[in-house]
């Protein structure tokens, strides 16, 4: 009978701690300004010059489109995934950059890493995003794009030339813009 007493007591001590308010933390202190990161760790291991890796991908219709039938032309080569902050954060620079060259011949080309097409599709006509968006349903990891063009880290934009070499990595559109305003038959 002690010992029903003794496990009845700590039972109740017990529920009565966890019917306890749990205090809220005091906020962190906001943290300083955090350093630039090298995003050299991150650069694809393409050299500028090469010929861009071809490769075939389905729209969000489904349909297959191939890089290199975009040869002839300027393209701009965006992966990115709707799940990820920072190419969410592109959008609207993304968006003016398609607005200022996509009327001077630049094919631009969203490569998604999203595993569910209709939230991409669900996104890009919230975001009027205007661009193709191709998406093989596969995992940035496990991707032979991803694999092909060594991305390490989304965004990654590449410029391919006409002749469908790279012109340039960049991890922002002010970075992409930069390597679009050096193309000089595209001023």
Not at 61 to 69: I, K, T, W
Not at 114 to 123: C, E, G, P, V
Not at 134 to 147: A, D, F, H, R, Y
Request: a negative charge.
């Amino acid at each position: 009978m002690k010992r029903i007493l003794i496990l009845a007591a700590a039972l109740l001590i017990l529920a009565a701690g966890c019917n306890k308010q749990k205090k809220t933390p005091a906020p962190a202190p906001e943290a300083p300004a955090a350093e630039a990161v090298d995003m050299s760790q991150y650069l694809p291991n393409l050299a500028i010059g090469t010929e861009a890796p071809d490769f075939e991908a389905p729209d969000v219709a489904g349909e297959p489109v191939r890089l290199n039938d975009f040869r002839g032309n300027y393209v701009v080569l965006d992966y990115w995934a709707t799940w990820c902050k920072d190419c969410r954060a592109e959008v609207p620079a993304m968006k003016e950059l398609y607005a200022t060259y996509a009327p001077k011949g630049v094919q631009f080309v969203g490569v998604s890493f999203d595993t569910d097409k209709q939230a991409l599709t669900d996104y890009c006509v919230e975001h009027e995003i205007a661009w193709l968006q191709l998406c093989n349903g596969i995992k940035m990891k496990e991707n032979p794009i991803s694999t092909a063009f060594d991305l390490h880290w989304i965004p990654t934009m590449f410029l391919l030339d006409p002749d469908g070499k790279i012109a340039g990595i960049a991890f922002t559109a002010a970075a992409l813009q930069a390597l679009l305003e050096a193309q000089d038959d595209l001023r």
